[in-house]
């Protein structure tokens, strides 16, 4: 991998999206591919259960996802992007995230992760049975609470092992604070919360947000640096489920007061779900700079909304069409929606050829547009 890393088509990657995220090349169009953990396991035969008991089995399978995903996938990603494709930030030098899924923020606060052999950790069970349960939780230890020695274990260990080679990226805090509610309390006790217990719901969501500002400020100190582009993944916020009040009275105060604690920036804001609703009030977050616009979100009103503003739009796509044409017929009416505006094409956990053919067909037509990342 750090062979991989240092080829000049990588380093070339490398510094375009230096460029590419303070604007300075915003009429290319990367292309990249964000298949979740769980794919390349199944492909690789990795069993994840194991992955996640022992730091060299999770080095050793991390190292063949990452290889594997070079060698299926012709995209314009870098080697070290964190699987699920948020993370393709830090490239200043070839780089192993750990990521050990949304679970690792959840258990800090109590709430047991589960593993399985063929699908990514996923929450447990909420732990707050009643209201009055929140003033049993105390604020995460950076050391001891849920999987953070785990954390601390695997990061000393990958750290040895790869002597220098491939930078190590110790974990982040990236779940929004509706996410950890919503493991916390459970789905349908906390929508009852927003209407019954408001004051408890506020309480909750101050609660989560301290959490993390502390969690942060521990992290800086252990690692002797100040966290880079933030995030916030919220596949949570979801106006399938949350309405406009719900999110503009109990979710996005809390957001915005983690956007003035990383100094005015939330540098990517990710959600799976529909936003098309409160994509005015998600677009005036302080100093966001990239945000997803899932399959079920509107592209044209974001790109209404965000059209000569700096903030990237990252267009995911699924259910990729079977032929060229359709392929090229989709990505045309993608550009056509997001002009004027900074864009990523983005496919997650589609079938492997499937993803194979759309990188191939979506490069192809950049390039004969002239906004292509890379050659």
């Known amino acids: 991998m750090y062979e991989i890393a240092s080829t000049p088509s990588q380093q070339a990657l490398r510094e375009f999206w230096k460029r590419f995220y303070v604007f300075q090349e915003p ?23 194991q992955m996640f008991r022992n730091a060299e089995t999770h080095l ?39 990521y050990f899924g949304p679970p690792f923020d959840t258990s800090m606060f109590g709430v047991e992760p589960v593993f399985a052999k063929d699908k990514d950790p996923v929450n447990g069970k909420p732990i707050l049975k009643t209201s009055d349960d929140l003033d049993e939780l105390h604020y995460p230890d950076f050391y001891k609470s849920g999987m953070m020695p785990l954390a601390h ?3 000393e260990y990958i750290t040895k ?10 974990p982040r805090f990236i779940m929004g604070p509706w996410g950890i509610a919503w493991a916390l309390r459970g789905l349908e006790n906390l929508l009852v919360d927003t209407y019954r217990r ?16 502390r969690w942060e400020k521990e ?22 489920v949350i309405s406009p009040r719900i999110y503009k009275e109990f979710i996005l105060p809390y957001e915005k007061r983690l956007a003035d604690f990383y100094g005015g920036e939330i540098f ?27 399959p079920w979100t509107d592209l044209k009103k974001a790109a209404e909304l965000i059209r000569g503003r700096n903030i990237i739009i990252q267009r995911r796509l699924r259910q990729i069409p079977n032929t060229e044409e ?28 499937t993803s194979q053919s759309w990188v191939k067909v979506t490069k192809s037509l950049m390039r004969s547009l002239g906004c292509s990342a890379s050659d």
């Open 27 to 49: 009429e290319k169009v990367p292309v990249t591919v964000g298949h979740s953990r769980w794919m390349y396991a199944e492909q690789l035969g990795i069993d994840l259960v």
């Open 60 to 98: 050793r399978s991390t190292l063949m996802m990452m290889k594997a995903q070079r060698q299926w996938f012709q995209d314009d990603g870098l080697v070290g992007a964190t699987f699920g494709s948020w993370n393709l930030v830090d490239h200043i030098s070839a780089h192993i995230s750990l």
């Open 153 to 155: 274990e695997f990061y």
């Open 161 to 170: 092992r790869v002597n220098d080679k491939l930078e190590v990226m110790f």
């Open 198 to 213: 408001p004051d408890f719901v506020h309480k909750l969501m101050n609660f989560i947000t301290e959490s993390r500002i």
């Open 219 to 240: 992290r800086e100190g252990f690692l002797g640096s100040r966290i880079h582009h933030p995030h916030v993944d919220s596949d949570e916020v979801d106006c399938g």
């Open 268 to 294: 990517y804001y990710h959600s799976c779900g529909n936003l098309t609703p409160i994509l005015d009030s998600v677009t005036s977050i302080p100093g966001l700079k990239r945000l997803e616009i899932s």
């Open 326 to 353: 359709e392929v090229k017929r989709l990505m045309e009416a993608t550009l056509q929606e997001g002009r004027g505006c900074v864009l990523e094409a983005d496919v997650v956990d589609e079938p492997l050829e």
